[in-house]
């Protein structure tokens, strides 16, 4: 018999259940723990300790490389944009700022995860303090 080990922990089931599903695809064996508790209040993930992934431990070579090669680690910060000009009034008093009117809802997260889709990050825009535009 081969021995199941903890992989990772995750305190958000949406990422266990993407990271789940992409081991699957790749014929890994594995399953969660945790996983329903915590998605009906997620106020209990702290208290159990997040949904924890097992694996066969011989196979923890291949899920890292797996892992890497999907990229579906937690997404690098977007590297900040250089300066420019306003492309509405021309003003250079621009910042690259969170798209508040796009913040993802539990909609659009559902639907995310129904199409694989890693929505785990905010979508940045440039604002122009001088006229409100947005680009
Ligand atoms: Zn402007």
């Not at 997404?75 to 910042?95: D, F, K």
Request: aromatic fraction near 12%.
């Amino acid at each position: 018999m081969d021995k199941i080990v903890v992989f990772e922990t995750f305190y958000n089931p949406i990422e266990a259940n993407i990271v789940k599903a992409r081991l699957m695809d790749s014929g890994v064996q594995c399953f969660l723990s945790d996983e329903n508790t915590i998605t009906i209040n997620p106020l209990y993930t702290q208290a159990l300790g997040g949904v924890k992934l097992h694996i066969f431990e011989k196979d923890i070579p291949l899920v890292k490389d797996i892992l890497q090669d999907e990229n579906i680690q937690l997404p690098q910060e977007e590297t900040e944009a250089g300066v420019e000009n306003c492309p509405n009034c021309g003003s250079n008093h621009v910042g690259y700022v969170q798209a508040t009117k796009k913040r993802f809802n539990l909609l659009t997260m559902i639907v995310s995860f129904a199409l694989m889709i890693y929505p785990f990050y905010a979508k940045k825009t440039h604002h122009c303090f001088d006229c409100e535009y947005e680009f």
